[in-house]
């Protein structure tokens, strides 16, 4: 006999066909970290008498992208600054896109084909939830977002703290750099949310400690019987 679907039921089904759709989206996402799969950089150089601080000028500009070992974009001539730089993000967001968009439509399969068949699942652990969003966040503070170019948030975080000391930037630049390190910060931890959320959603929980049998408890706490009668 089939289950009646229920409105708990339905709501139940819709969150956890979306927690994996976000795991799997993530799953994908994460593919970038290989080289073979993405591979995106750009570079600039530039006459020194000229300066570095403002400078916008014309320059050799350097840059490629690989996708799945496939060159999709190469630049190596002399051209303005940086024109490099906007082409490969550009890429690298399709390439976000798509392959978030490929996972999260695996994940949707396998929340059809497996998960919404239980129907009975165990209660979300948020404990595990948030103890995941932590290691999610640590990991991509440490590693950088997959596919960027640049350093990592922890890097430019540390490196951001010594301008500080030494304090011969500008204090606009200074500001600026504050500002984007926190926006980026702020992005890694929804995400970090957002996975961790989606791993409790689906029914995974921390080991519970063994609780102690009542009746072998009950049993233990009774002295042995003898079959002999006084």
Request: with cysteine; aromatic share 10%; hydrophobic share 50%.
């Amino acid at each position: 006999m089939s289950q009646i679907e229920t409105p708990a039921i339905r709501r139940r089904s819709l969150r956890v066909t979306l927690a994996w759709a976000i795991i799997g989206a993530a799953a994908g996402v994460a593919l970038m970290y290989a080289p073979p799969v993405f591979d995106g950089h750009s570079h600039a150089s530039w006459n020194p008498k000229l300066g570095v601080v403002g400078y916008s000028g014309r320059a050799f500009s350097d840059g490629y992208v690989q996708v799945c070992g496939v060159d999709v974009y190469r630049h190596h001539r002399y051209d303005n600054f940086e024109e490099t730089r906007p082409v490969v993000e550009w890429w690298r967001h399709l390439v976000t896109a798509s392959l978030a968009g490929l996972g999260a439509l695996a994940g949707a399969m396998v929340a059809r084909l497996t998960w919404l068949g239980r129907r009975s699942s165990g209660r979300a652990d948020w404990r595990l939830g948030l103890v995941v969003a932590f290691v999610v966040f640590g990991v991509l503070a440490t590693a950088g977002i997959p596919g960027k170019q640049g350093r990592s948030l922890s890097i430019e975080g540390w490196r951001l703290f010594q301008e500080f000391n030494n304090s011969y930037m500008p204090t606009s630049m200074l500001t600026d750099w504050t500002v984007d390190l926190g926006l980026e910060a702020l992005m890694l931890a929804v995400v970090s949310l957002a996975f961790g959320w989606a791993v409790a959603a689906i029914g995974v929980r921390l080991p519970a400690g063994r609780r102690p049998d009542q009746a072998a408890d009950f049993a233990d706490g009774l002295a042995p019987v003898s079959g002999k009668v006084c």
